[in-house]
């Protein structure tokens, strides 16, 4: 168990890294690409921080076992929202809410958390609901590329270069697709192996396949928002914390489980647990708002209370194994 544990440790490791790489090199091809900026900026952003809640998604989903993508990705928007953003205001004294997020971003992103929990009432989740939120996810890009709430909605066409340079600038758009190619492939490598060691921990230990997704995999497939959010904190950037964790959170909870349910369709399962995520759900979105709509901050102990909040319930979940 212990070597499951050190393996299941690095696999997560390199997820984190290669996404990070993948990235940077989808950015540097953005600028090459003779098509809509803006589109391509916010969907870059979205998945910016999301990439491995993907990988790990699809790869369960094709190995038959949607029950981990799905506990992932509740299990994700649930760090997200708590014990990160929590934490972040724990240690570095408060988060500012800056613009419009308190209006109109914090309530969109409300709703479309709670939109997988409403399509389970039926029993599961079908391929057509899996199209419902792919549509969900579409409409979400559109209304941030029409009102202009990408954070890099000022990024700009590049020139036409001089024809002297378009021999490199082929050139090193080959190298940067290969650099692309083998970065999205270490990721579902990783990926699928992840999953596999998931599914066997799940076996060991007795639990549900979707309780190793929420508890165990949501913590080491929201790394890169917890970087990202120490990243901005220390150079005062307040605004990307916000803006990247409901993005994450929006993209998670419509383009991927909607991608993953389209792939293989999501029976109900667990319906304790999964009642208890989406209330403890409920309840954080209630209390960020209720911390921030007046004074436009969330302060030390209001991020203490969040991070305890996802300490309930991760204590809650412990005791229904």
């Not at 790869?59 to 990705?73: K, S, T, V």
């Not at 990024?155 to 270069?161: F, T």
């Amino acid at each position: 168990m212990l070597l499951d544990i050190v393996w299941g440790v690095f696999l997560i490791l390199v997820m984190v890294v290669s996404s990070g790489a993948t990235v940077e090199i989808f950015e540097k091809l953005a600028h090459n690409i003779r098509t809509n900026r803006l589109i391509l900026a916010t969907i870059l952003v979205g998945f910016s921080t999301s990439l491995p809640e993907l990988f790990v998604g699809v790869a369960a989903a094709f190995r038959g076992q949607p029950q981990i993508a799905l506990g992932d990705i509740i299990g994700a928007n649930l760090a997200n929202l708590s014990w990160i953003i929590g934490g972040a205001a724990l240690v570095f004294g408060s988060v500012p809410i800056i613009g419009d997020y308190l209006r109109k971003e914090i309530w969109l992103t409300i709703g479309i958390a709670m939109v997988p929990f409403l399509l389970m009432f039926d029993g599961g989740l079908s391929r057509f609901d899996g199209l419902l939120l792919v549509l969900l996810y579409l409409i979400y890009v559109n209304n941030l590329v029409r009102k202009g709430s990408s954070p890099l909605r000022h990024l700009k066409l590049s020139g036409r270069r001089p024809v002297t340079h378009r021999l490199k600038t082929i050139i090193e758009l080959l190298v940067e697709t290969a650099k692309l190619l083998l970065g999205l492939g270490v990721l579902g490598l990783s990926a699928w192996m992840l999953v596999n060691l998931a599914v066997k921990v799940s076996g060991s230990l007795g639990v549900s396949a979707f309780w190793v997704g929420l508890i165990v995999l949501a913590l080491g497939t929201t790394l890169p928002e917890l970087i990202l959010t120490i990243i901005a904190s220390e150079k005062k950037e307040i605004s990307l914390i916000l803006g990247d964790i409901l993005g994450s959170v929006a993209v998670n909870s419509t383009l991927i489980l909607g991608i993953i349910v389209l792939i293989s369709p999501i029976g109900y399962t667990d319906p304790l647990q999964k009642g208890i995520s989406g209330l403890f759900l409920m309840i954080i979105l209630g209390l960020f708002w209720l911390f921030t709509r007046s004074k436009h901050k969330l302060d030390r102990w209001e991020g203490a209370v969040l991070v305890g909040v996802y300490a309930m319930f991760v204590g809650i979940q412990m005791m229904l194994v």
